[in-house]
Structures are given as C-alpha cells and as structure tokens.
C-alpha cells in the first residue's frame, strides 16, 4: 500500500482545511487509518485514527470537536477536515495505515505499516 497524502496549506487561525490521504492498493477497506503530526524541534503526535469499517474512530483532546476524520473506501481516501484551526496545529500531517493490529493500540505509531510523505498545515496568527 502507497499513500499520498495532499491538502495542506497556509490558513489564519480560526480557519478549515481538508487533507486527503489517497491509498494504492486493493486492500484498503481492510486498514485502519490514521493522522499524525510532527512540528519542528518536536515528536510526532496521534492525531486521529479510524477503523478499518469506519465504525470507530479515536481523537487526541487537543483536536476533538475541531478535526473530523472520514473514509471512502471505494475511493481508497481517507480525509482529515481541519475546522477552527490554530497556530499550534501547524505541522507536517502524515496519514498511516495498518492492518490486522488491536484497537487499543491506534495511538501508536510504531504499530502503523504504511506512511505517507506527509503535508504541510501552516496556520497564522
């Protein structure tokens, strides 16, 4: 599996952004996916995650209420609608992907297959 993520942008604060993260494959409706972030000089983050069927899906405090995650899985895309957005949510966005692995575990990087090459959400005061 390939994923391409895209999206990003330069946004003021209080503003949205949609990401896109579109995935090669034929096995795709069978990967929970999530989004992470990195902002310079720090580590990279949970963002959200959803689940394989789309029936469950996991946020971080910092972005519940603001960010909603979706999939089409006849488009093999995954979406991250970024409303409210605010200067510390600047960073490079990277979707992942995995599969056959335990709920519990979709904070964790380490336990994702696939990456992206990641986009960068830059908002402004």
């Known amino acids: 599996v390939q994923l391409q993520a895209s999206g990003g942008g330069l946004v003021q604060a209080g503003g949205s952004l949609r990401l896109s993260c579109a995935a090669s494959?034929?096995?795709?409706?069978?990967?929970?996916m999530a989004w992470f972030r990195q902002a310079p000089g720090k580590e990279r983050e949970f963002v959200v995650a959803i689940r394989s069927s789309g029936g469950y899906t996991y946020y971080a405090d910092s972005v519940k209420g603001r960010f909603t995650i979706s999939r089409d899985n006849a488009k093999n895309t995954v979406y991250l609608q970024m409303n409210s957005l605010k200067p510390e949510d600047t960073a490079v966005y990277y979707c992942a992907g995995r599969i056959g692995k335990i709920l519990g575990t979709v904070r964790f990087a380490y336990t994702y297959d696939y990456w992206g090459q990641g986009t960068q959400v830059t908002v402004s005061s």
């Open positions: 494959g034929r096995t795709f409706s069978r990967h929970d």
